[in-house]
């Protein structure tokens, strides 16, 4: 099993920054990805970035230049800086990794952003 717990989320003033840290504790066995998803109200959870095994990262277009992934090597932490911050950025954000032989994803229990204008 593997658990996930984020920390680091919210209120910050629009152009702000944030730095979101996801803690991950137990096995890892054979990771496919590790990722930030974001769901604001009334939305759809969507990825805002990701990065898989061979340290290849991803990002939704409207991160990208503003948002950046890191995870450390030993697969503790995933991060997720946060600068340039939009209102349109509000939502709660998830960290999210999938693994295993028979390959299983596993969610935290989210962190709230809020940028106001």
């Known amino acids: 099993q593997v658990q996930l717990v984020e920390s680091g989320g919210g209120l910050v003033q629009s152009g702000g920054s944030l730095r979101l840290s996801c803690a991950v504790s137990?096995?890892?066995?054979?990771?496919?990805?590790m990722g930030w998803y974001r769901q604001a109200p009334g939305k759809q959870r969507e990825l805002v970035a990701g990065i898989n095994n061979n340290d290849r990262t991803i990002y939704a277009d409207s991160v990208k230049g503003r948002f950046t992934i890191s995870r450390d090597n030993a697969l503790n932490f995933l991060y997720l800086q946060m600068s340039s911050l939009k209102p349109e950025d509000t939502a709660v954000y998830y960290c999210?990794?999938?693994?295993?032989?028979?390959?299983?994803?596993?969610w935290g229990q989210g962190t709230q952003v809020t940028v106001s204008s």
């Open positions: 999210n990794v999938e693994q295993g032989w028979v390959t299983k994803n596993y």
């Open positions: 137990g096995s890892i066995v054979r990771l496919v990805s």
